[in-house]
């Protein structure tokens, strides 16, 4: 049973679901919004807000708190310097998810992650 538990495990080990949330995040610096299935997105969400938070200090360690986690230096660098200002007067809720449709290959609920 998994009750009180935590997070989504997402059918893959924990290297691989840290792999599949950092790229996810890049994406959606980059981008802006991307679409993923309803489960990856809900935890992609828990992981960009505490990232945007972790960058609103807007100093030096915020930057090597991103990257620690990123490790990508243009998405860092993006979110340090723009997106994280935006939301600086803002107490979390960074991310709007939108469910869309049933992907027609197995049936999975896709949803668009957005930044607010």
Same mark, same amino acid.
């Given at each position: 049973m998994r009750h009180k538990h935590g997070y989504r %495990? +997402?059918?893959r080990t924990s290297a691989h679901r840290a792999a599949l949330l950092k790229n996810l995040s !890049?994406? +959606?610096?980059k981008e802006g919004r991307i679409e993923t299935t309803l489960p990856k997105a809900k935890? +992609? *969400? %828990?992981?960009y807000e505490k990232l945007i938070t972790k960058a609103s200090a807007g100093d030096f360690n915020a930057h090597r708190a991103v990257?620690? $986690?990123l490790q990508?230096?243009?998405a860092t660098n993006k979110i340090v310097t723009e997106i994280a200002p935006e939301y600086k007067e *803002?107490?979390?809720g960074y991310t709007r998810i939108i469910k869309t449709r049933t992907r027609r290959g197995d049936a999975a609920? $896709?949803?668009i !992650?957005? +930044?607010v």
């Open positions: %495990r +997402l059918s !890049i994406a +959606l610096t935890e +992609l *969400r %828990r992981y990257f620690a $986690m990508d230096k243009e *803002r107490n979390g609920p $896709m949803a !992650i957005e +930044l």
